[in-house]
């Protein structure tokens, strides 16, 4: 276009192919960015149950401490534990004990709001960060609870299974990032 002697229509295919070329290199980034938003929450869910894992809980943990002090709202923190989990695997098989981890993941979506943030601990340990007082956590400790009592998943021969889960409650005080918190329910759901 900068040629001595272009026309308007040589112009004209100048801007267009360079608005073309704008508008692939956009959508490029656009998929790029997808794959990218994609990519990280996958490397903060845990596979088996559907639920954030460790990392993203490890990290919510101190940043919701410190929303609630900054604020002056309650945090709760509900630790859970399958009950004889290990015993549940040698009768049964790690396959059926995938299968109990994975809907006991349902189970705990289904009985949290979608402002509390639930995580696999570890192995078949589960974390409920709750926005409220530790009598919120009781009750959605208390709605866990029934719900995984009433998991049921194959085992081999065809029949079902399923166990029980305990949890221990703690709820914020400011000032500790959540340490005190954890270690507390903790000692909790070992007492349960």
Request: glycine share 14%; hydrophobic share 45%; with cysteine.
């Amino acid at each position: 276009a900068g040629r001595p002697g272009a026309d308007g229509v040589e112009m004209g295919i100048g801007i267009g192919a360079f608005v073309l070329a704008g508008l692939a290199v956009g959508a490029g980034h656009a998929v790029q960015a997808r794959d990218a938003r994609r990519v990280a929450d996958l490397s903060f869910t845990d596979r088996l149950t559907g639920l954030h894992n460790y990392a993203h809980f490890a990290d919510a943990l101190p940043r919701e401490c410190r929303r609630a002090e900054r604020y002056g709202h309650p945090l709760s923190l509900v630790l859970l534990d399958l009950d004889a989990f290990k015993a549940f695997n040698d009768r049964h098989g790690h396959e059926a004990g995938n299968r109990l981890l994975a809907a006991t993941g349902r189970a705990l979506r289904g009985c949290v709001r979608s402002s509390d943030i639930v995580a696999r601990f570890g192995g078949e340990e589960f974390a409920v960060l709750i926005p409220g007082p530790a009598a919120e956590a009781m009750e959605a400790a208390e709605r866990i609870r029934a719900a995984v009592a009433a998991v049921r998943v194959v085992v081999s021969g065809g029949g079902q299974a399923g166990t029980t889960i305990s949890a221990g409650v703690a709820e914020y005080v400011p000032g500790d990032a959540g340490a005190r918190m954890l270690d507390q329910a903790n000692r909790a759901l070992y007492a349960a």
